[in-house]
């Protein structure tokens, strides 16, 4: 094909055109082009400068690569052969027009376009690729090539390494490297390979020649190695020589199987460090360090705490081998060894102790709400041979406004069902052989003392009383009432029963007849050393007088007439009264 191109400008008076042009491609970037130029159908003979342009559209369009100019071109007998470079990059399959202008060669003057541009055709060595041996297996496509073989095609080999295999390479090495390189043209060009899956999607890794890091991207950034050995899982910027970022409430880690990280003997930090993030702004806020046996959490995340926990019903071990767990010291003294301040604690201190607290106040605190029935418990059991309960004591605390404290023994697993022994109940009352104490100390059943000291002054009994009384006050048997006390009436009354304790402060010692029903009875002393309320009207009271019903209801009078004291005798005075008045007087009381 030979087409003519007529220059659209004249210079010197003569119109050129260019018969014909042909690119010759040959190995490397450099093609040979061919033409013939005419001055009015006449072929020309001299020397001309010639100025190529690379399209990618025969009109308008874009500038392939920078202008190539040939200059003093030879031409005789309107013929020429000259060269263009446009570079490596110039022609990458897709369609391309050649633009020639050209000048007389001793002009210095402007370059006459010749219209229309020429496209250029494949060279003999694309047509080469497509007839070599193989022909009909490489077919032009578009801008492209393709291999329409349905088999293997191999670089070096022919055989598959598996039955899969599609395309392959084989490096001519005995040893040391053999392979493939993807290379872009700058350096910071980011070289790929990918995978994708017919309508499905793709992946690809690449590396980045910016930063020098290597990428896996599968939907995301999956995983990252940096040229200086960190890499990254879910992060592309790792600090660590392994960090993995997981989402927020997912794994970082998971593995059915071990993990196994190591270390020199001599190396600084942990082995192992896993960290958890606070918040997409801050990446790793605290971190467990795993070095040995030695586990360390640190970081800024509330106080960097460390939680050993288990979301199912298995079991949390520590120690199984028969070591000792210590918790605020690294040198335990028992099975467990809990120290807070070191008290300079001595093993030969603790002698059969299992269960050590260390501290300068140290305790045991076992803590429950409101909703069981017995809130705390501790028990004491011994087994038999074979791990069958033997026996059990226990100390458990109720519950509720009536909290107590109580102490049982049995061989019922469930230390509910034994029979209490003591009971501590809210309010300082004890009570031994009943779970609801109503004194200071009760006790349901016989009491065996070698030596029973009462701080209180006298032995009194409850007696149910027709009548209201007061402390110091003489009460007699009521014949009106059986049973019950009123008050003391008359001189010499043989009636006298005794006197209700309490006066001037004067505690009671011992309190007889605490039976049902008499709860709020008052107690009357019966002997012992109590206040009385007297009237010394007739006769002054000295100490030594024997004291006996007054005339005034309720009080007692020095006797003065023995003959008629006999039976009304109430005891003998401690302290005097003065004739004329009425008053306490301390009485050491001895009914006759």
């Known amino acids: 094909m030979n087409p003519r191109y007529r220059l659209s400008k004249v210079f010197s008076g003569v119109v050129l055109m260019l018969a014909a042009g042909q690119a010759l491609g040959g190995p490397g970037s450099v093609s040979t082009y061919q033409g013939s130029l005419l001055d009015n159908g006449d072929p020309v003979n001299g020397s001309y400068d010639l100025r190529f342009s690379l399209f990618d559209s025969e009109v308008g369009g874009v500038q ?30 897709a369609m391309r027009w050649l633009e020639v202008a050209v000048r007389p060669g001793d002009s210095g003057g402007a370059y006459t376009v010749l219209n229309p541009r020429q496209e250029l055709n494949p060279t003999p060595y694309a047509q080469y690729a497509e007839n070599a041996p193989g022909a009909g297996l490489w077919v032009e496509e578009g801008q492209g090539i393709r291999n329409d073989g349905s088999n293997f095609v191999g670089i070096n080999r022919s055989s598959t390494v598996s039955g899969a295999e599609y395309f392959g390479i084989q490096a001519p090495v005995e040893s040391g490297y053999g392979g493939m390189y993807i290379r872009t ?20 890794t690449y590396y980045n020649g910016t930063t020098g890091a290597w990428n896996l991207y599968n939907g995301g950034h999956r995983m990252t190695v940096l040229n200086t050995g960190e890499v990254g899982i879910n992060t592309t910027a790792p600090t660590w020589p392994l960090q993995v970022g997981a989402n927020e409430d997912e794994e970082g880690i998971y593995s059915t199987g071990t993990i196994s990280s190591y270390k020199g003997y001599e190396a600084e930090g942990p082995g192992l460090r896993v960290g958890r993030r606070a918040s997409p702004s801050l990446f790793l806020s605290t971190f467990t360090n795993i070095d040995g046996a030695t586990i360390n959490s640190s970081g800024s995340l509330i106080a960097a705490s460390l939680s050993l926990n288990n979301d199912t019903d298995a079991n949390v071990l520590m120690a199984t081998g028969g070591g000792m767990v210590g918790i605020g010291t690294n040198q335990p003294l028992a099975h467990l060894h809990v120290e807070r301040a070191d008290k300079n604690l001595s093993a030969a201190s603790l002698v059969n102790d299992d269960i050590v607290i260390e501290d300068s106040d140290a305790g045991l605190g076992l803590y429950s709400d409101g909703t069981g029935s017995y809130g705390s418990s501790v028990s004491l059991a011994e087994l038999d041979g074979d791990g069958a309960l033997e026996n059990k004591w226990s100390m458990y605390r109720t519950t509720g406004i009536a909290t107590r404290l ?25 009570g031994i052989g009943t779970t609801f104490p109503t004194a200071m100390l ?45 008050l003391s009436r008359g001189v010499y009354n043989r009636c006298v029963a005794g006197v209700i304790s309490g006066a001037g402060n004067l505690p009671v010692g011992a309190v007889l007849g605490n039976l049902p029903g008499y709860e709020d009875a008052p107690p009357v002393a019966l002997s ?30 020095a006797v003065w007439d023995h003959s008629r004291a006999s039976g009304a005798v109430l005891g003998k005075a401690m302290t005097s009264l003065e004739a004329g008045e009425t008053g306490l007087v301390l009485v050491l009381v001895n009914l006759q």
């Not at 007998?77 to 110039?90: K, S």
């Not at 350096?187 to 390979?193: I, L, M, Q, T």
């Not at 102490?407 to 004890?430: C, E, K, Q």
Request: aromatic share 12%; glycine share 14%.
């Open 64 to 93: 392939i690569g920078a202008d190539y100019f040939a200059n003093d071109v030879a031409v005789a007998g309107g013929l020429f052969t000259t060269e263009f470079d446009f570079g490596p990059n110039a022609f990458d399959g």
């Open 406 to 430: 109580t102490f049982s023994y049995g061989s019922d697993p469930n230390y509910a069902n034994h029979t209490p022994i003591l009971t501590l109940r809210n309010g300082g009352f004890v």
């Open 528 to 557: 012992g050393r109590v206040w009385v309320q007297c009237d010394a009207t007739e006769r002054a009271i000295q100490p030594g007088d024997l004291i006996t019903t007054a005339e005034r209801a309720g009080h007692g009078m």
């Open 442 to 486: 009760e006790v349901a059943g016989t009491a065996k003392v070698d030596v029973l000291q009462i701080q209180g002054a006298d032995v009194a009994e409850k007696f149910p009383v027709s009548e209201a009384v007061e402390p110091g006050m003489v009460v007699a048997i009521d014949p009106q009432n059986p049973g019950k006390l009123c």
């Open 185 to 204: 043209d700058g350096a910071d060009g980011w070289p790929f390979y990918g995978y994708a899956a017919e309508g499905g999607g793709s992946m690809w």
